[in-house]
């Protein structure tokens, strides 16, 4: 049977035709695990416009952006001194706090607790702030400063910075 | 198949007639009739059957909860409490399933550990075992996909922190936990993912199921003696006699899981689940279900991100690797002196992570939670493949019914069990 020359030609047209059969099935798997990814209504939700004309010095507020909270708060002085003070080099993730504002006195953040996606604490006046005066994550205890920067806990990086614009001087642009 | 022979083995024509076409009878004869069963298992080996009845039990109420059930983020939540309060017998079915969830892990973490005390896993039952962590694995994708549904506080955050852990992947974790979620955060499209998956899911279980029972008929059911079966004086059929015993337990077990359901069917729930799903508040407190909590304490017991998800995952991937970490060639722990008491304080430990795991991870706990993490991974890495080499096994029975002679005493020693290898 080994010798038979058709045996090579039968192999070929067997390996070949598994082949595309399989390639082809292989390749009608994307469009399904593509249907998974967010559709493009989901993707056109990108952007979000804040008046931000009424905080005052010292407060926050938080909008919704992409089905996250966005925190914007408007530091005050001190804020602003503890946050550029530290060597930002000794830092968990380290990042100088110029690097993470357009107008030192406002800060725009993700809301989203960089471990397991928790909301911060830190936006209301009553709440804890946790030991660097920031925000504190109540579900694994993690603790931001001023800058909303990691400093001790869990988490692995900073609250990321969304990207945004100054319209104008009271309005900012989100996405 | 032919003659009139075949045609004419049951009294009844209409079984003939199937059976003929499809040899659908005999099969179930064989398997839940004449199957024989050793005489000395006791009642842990009615577990599986509890859980099988529970599947069965978790399926149907699932299906019928899904008819008034809206899996949209705008209505989830009230169309859980309508049914709640306005369905008939909605509150019955949704406690049912709900408790039901519990009693099912519950149940099959029993029938784990009656599996590891008697060394079920061992040759040649080792597919087996994996059929059931597959089981198991699949239990726990479709319990915490169903937490979800509800679109309680606890539902929402639950699902957040569960799928944060794929992020923590390098490179393509961001990508992979958008691409699960559908969405940046969870959202409907999440929330819908969710409800097609938790319906079907149960379905992959139940074909499962199906497998692990036909391994484990392949080569017999195990023991407490953990001996294999010499002779027909060994067992007895499945019916009458297993079928009533099984029978019998899960009479037992319908009037626990009954008190539970009318009596306290929110005593293994989070309060915080009644208050509807707010993406802009995490609940000061995010407490898994018990039955999921040992991991989650195996999870927050390492301070570091990638490292307690790998852990995580982990605690449960060694899980399928048993049957060649164990190098004792002795099955059931009933005669081995020292591990038996290793494989009881390992579940002792499991639940202490699971006590642990529901309570913030400060201070002690998280002391608790770590000491808990290593005898874990100990008893898996250590304890468990070294043992025998200390331990000298008490000596076995000869055959299973030399047990109820008192023998085994002066019987032979281990070596004589030669087909384990």
Redesign the interface.
């Known amino acids: 049977m080994a010798e038979n020359p058709n045996n090579k030609r039968r192999d070929f047209l067997q390996l070949s035709t598994i082949s595309i059969g399989a390639l082809g099935t292989a390749a009608f798997i994307w469009p399904f ?1 593509s249907s ?4 493009e209504d ?1 993707l056109a939700l990108g952007t979000t416009e804040v008046d931000i004309s009424s905080i005052e010095e010292g407060q926050s507020i ?1 909008v ?1 952006w ?4 966005v925190f914007i708060r408007k530091r005050t002085k001190e804020e602003i001194e503890e946050a550029k003070e530290v060597n930002f080099t000794d830092l968990i993730d380290p990042e100088q706090d110029i690097d993470r504002v357009k107008k030192e006195e406002w800060l725009v953040l993700i809301g ?1 607790c960089t ?5 911060p604490l830190g936006q209301k006046l009553t709440d804890n702030k946790g030991e660097y005066n920031g925000w504190y ?5 993690s603790h931001y400063d001023t800058s909303g920067r990691i400093r001790k806990g ?3 990086n900073n609250l990321p910075v969304p990207p945004y614009s100054f319209l104008n001087d009271t309005t900012i642009k989100i996405g | 198949m032919s003659g009139n022979s075949e045609h004419r083995k049951y009294k009844n024509s209409f079984l003939n007639w199937i059976e003929f076409r499809l040899p659908i009878i005999s099969y179930f004869e064989k398997e839940y009739g004449d199957y024989p069963m050793p005489k000395n298992c006791n009642y842990f080996w009615s577990f599986g059957a509890l859980a099988t009845i529970t599947l069965v039990v978790m399926i149907v109420s699932g299906i019928f909860l899904a008819m008034n059930y809206t899996p949209h983020t705008d209505m989830a939540f009230d169309s859980v409490e309508r049914i709640m309060r306005d369905v008939n017998y909605g509150w019955l079915l949704r406690y049912i399933h709900s408790n039901g969830a519990a009693f099912f892990f519950i149940v099959v973490y029993i029938h784990i550990l009656r599996g590891m005390y008697y060394g079920s896993y061992k040759y040649p039952r080792e597919l087996n075992w994996i059929l059931g962590v597959f089981i198991y694995l699949l239990m726990m994708a479709s319990a915490f996909m169903g937490y979800v549904l509800p679109w309680g506080q606890m539902s929402y955050w639950g699902a957040t922190v569960i799928t944060n852990l794929f992020s923590a992947i390098p490179f393509i974790g961001e990508g992979l936990k958008i691409w699960l979620l559908g969405d940046y955060t969870v959202g409907n499209a999440t929330l819908n993912r969710f409800f097609a998956l938790h319906y079907v899911l149960p379905f992959v279980i139940l074909g499962v199921v199906g497998l692990h029972v036909a391994a484990v008929h392949v080569h017999g059911s195990n023991n407490p003696a953990g001996i294999d079966i010499k002779s027909k004086n060994d067992t007895v059929r499945f019916f009458p006699y297993m079928v009533m015993k099984d029978a019998l337990a899960v009479c037992v077990f319908g009037v626990i899981i009954s008190a539970v359901i009318f009596f306290g069917p929110n005593l293994m729930a989070e309060v915080d689940n009644y208050i509807p799903a707010d993406p802009l508040v995490t609940p000061a407190h995010i407490v898994p279900n018990w039955y999921l909590a040992p991991f989650y304490a195996i999870l927050r017991a390492i301070p570091d991100k990638l490292g307690g998800v790998l852990l995580m995952f982990g605690s449960i991937a060694i899980l399928f690797v048993l049957p060649w970490l164990d190098r004792s060639k002795v099955r059931s722990c009933n005669f081995r002196p020292i591990y038996k008491w290793f494989v009881m304080l390992f579940f002792v430990n499991f639940f202490i992570l699971g006590y642990v795991g529901m309570l913030p991870a400060e201070g002690l706990y998280l002391l608790i939670a770590r000491i808990g993490l290593v005898y874990y991974f100990g008893f898996f890495l250590i304890i468990t493949p070294f043992i025998h080499r200390i331990e000298t096994p008490k000596s076995l029975p000869l055959g299973i019914s030399d047990v109820y002679l008192g023998g085994g005493k002066e019987a032979l020693n281990p070596n004589a069990q030669k087909e384990i290898i």
């Open positions: 695990l998974m990814n967010p559709a989901t938080t919704k992409r089905g996250k909270p989203v471990h397991l996606g928790c909301v994550c109540p579900c694994h205890g869990p988490a692995p």
